[in-house]
């Protein structure tokens, strides 16, 4: 019975995802798939949260491991991805009714997306890892081609697709490297080989590092591996935009710093690693600069979000770097910084749903023209979350940026928080651009005016978005606590 409750969160999702299934074909209410499927994710969350309070110690995980570590790394990103997933649920549940496009299947491959990424956040091996990418990949690429009529959709999943096998080759094929010079895919004896020296006596396994890297890096849609996300994430529902842009996301971030920390970061008895960490702070700061500069040159405020995503992925590859040499303060806050990014960014994705319908979806600044005046309560609702995003106090965002910067400079790392801060008013721009549409401009003569829809569904998903973004601004103590319990897993 304790092992079964180790593995609670993980089979509520299954379970719920087939229930989900064959309650669509007897359903007369569609819509109602969504709210079923936010109570499986806030199930599958509690779960994780009683694993927390229980105690994990007291479980008999042994059995599980290295397959399924069940720490509190795990258990957070857990609560986490299962938040993201309720809220693009909600969200999936107005959209999807509105724009004629609510097929069941949807809330289902929600379900089975977001256990692979719980997969990805406890995998101990890369074969553990490797089914979970898989996994939540596949639901990712269908996400992206749900709307089928669409040839932007098709689009952007056929690349998102195409990318991502190439990366999940490459990625591959690094695993089979460094399977090849340290006898192992248990990550904790991979780290334990290359504290050891492995590198010298097998050159092969730090070529092996640099294409595991590769495909982290591809996943999190970081610079120069960024090509796939601007075109999905347009291409996709908007729904399963905010999915992507926030629960695969965090999922990455937790596989890169699950492998990294513990198989790759010991940076003290690995001369070479001198050379590597340095390369992923010219990818952060590559990727901050590249996002923010081509975000403020676009149209479509789906669009701009999009880079909106990859400049993010910058701010967190700094926590990255960082947590490579100082792992529990560093990795908290990349923790805690995720926590923010996902409340904020699936309220973004929210209001701007909200302020479209069938008629005319709302999706560029010129649709946001006026919106301040006609309809005030959304509009200061997308306000709060850009704020947050562009880390104006005392949204939440403030206080993730702040952690990591903080944690950057107490590690030396100067040069690197100033660049990101620099970004990170350079970002600052776009999202005050939407501010200046919404309040100070008006529409143009004749031009089509989209209508809010009415949907209880995503009203709800913004409610508690800005609820979190106000929680997580003004008293930011408890989930840092848990973030930084969670980054003890790392302790050397």
């Known amino acids: 019975m304790l092992l079964m409750f180790a593995l609670s969160p993980f089979l ?24 079923g499927t936010t109570i499986v994710f806030i199930t599958s969350g509690a779960f994780s949260v009683a694993l927390w309070l229980y105690g994990i110690e007291f479980l008999p ?32 549940g107005g959209y999807l009714v509105e724009y004629k496009l609510n097929r069941g299947e949807f809330y289902s491959i929600l379900l089975f997306a977001t256990f692979g990424g719980m997969m990805l956040a406890s995998a101990g091996d890369f074969l553990t890892l490797f089914l979970g ?32 096998s190439f990366a999940a080759a ?35 396994a730090l070529i092996g590092l640099v294409l595991i890297v590769i495909g982290l890096l591809f996943k999190v849609s970081a610079v120069p591996f960024h090509m796939w996300t601007p075109d999905a994430y347009e291409g996709a529902p908007t729904p399963a ?13 937790a596989m890169m710093l699950r492998v990294l920390l513990t198989s790759f970061g010991d940076a003290e008895s690995m001369s070479w690693s001198a050379g590597w960490p340095p390369a992923l702070a010219a990818i952060a700061v590559l990727t901050m600069t590249v996002a923010n500069l081509i975000a403020g040159r676009q149209d479509s405020v789906k669009r701009m979000l999009a880079y909106s995503s990859i400049a993010h992925a910058g701010y967190l590859l700094v926590g990255v770097v ?26 973004a994705f929210g209001a701007l749903i909200l302020l479209g319908s069938y008629g005319k979806e709302a999706v560029s600044y010129d649709d946001l023209a006026g919106v301040g005046k006609r309809h005030p309560a ?11 995003l562009a880390g104006v106090p005392p949204t939440a965002g403030f206080f993730g940026k702040w952690f ?33 549409f919404m309040y100070m401009r008006e529409p143009q003569p004749g031009a089509a005016i989209a209508v809010p829809m009415q949907s209880r569904h995503v009203k709800a998903a913004l409610l508690l978005s800005a609820v979190f973004v106000l929680a997580l601004g003004l008293a930011p103590t408890c989930t840092l606590d848990a973030a930084i319990a969670a980054a003890t897993t790392f302790r050397m």
């Open 170 to 204: 490459i990625m591959l094929y690094g695993i089979a490297l460094v399977y090849g010079a340290t006898g192992s895919t248990d990550l904790a004896r991979v780290g334990a080989a290359f504290s050891h020296g492995v590198v010298t006596s097998h050159p092969m």
């Open 322 to 347: 960082v947590a490579l040499r100082s792992k529990e303060q560093a990795a908290a806050g990349v923790i805690f910084y995720l926590a923010t990014y996902t409340v904020s960014t699936i309220g």
């Open 61 to 92: 995980v042994g059995i599980l491991s290295p397959w399924i570590l069940v720490d509190k790394f795990t258990l957070f990103f857990n609560v986490l991805l299962c938040l993201g997933g309720a809220l693009a649920s909600l969200l999936a």
């Open 378 to 388: 959304i509009a200061m609702a997308f306000s709060l979350f850009l704020f947050s």
């Open 241 to 253: 935009t905010a999915y992507m842009a926030v629960v695969v996301k965090s999922a990455a971030f």
């Open 133 to 164: 990418l898989e996994t939540m990949s596949l639901g990712a690429y269908a996400l992206t081609a749900f709307r089928r009529a669409s040839p932007r959709s098709a689009e952007g999943a056929l690349k998102y697709f195409l990318l991502g």
């Open 12 to 35: 509520v999702l299954g379970g719920g995802a087939l229930l989900l299934m064959l309650a669509e074909v007897f359903s007369r209410r569609p819509s109602g798939l969504a709210i």
């Open 404 to 436: 990591i910067f903080r944690a950057a400079m107490d590690s030396g790392f100067y040069w690197l928080t100033i660049l990101a801060f620099i970004n990170s008013v350079i970002g600052a721009y776009y999202y005050l651009r939407v501010l200046v």
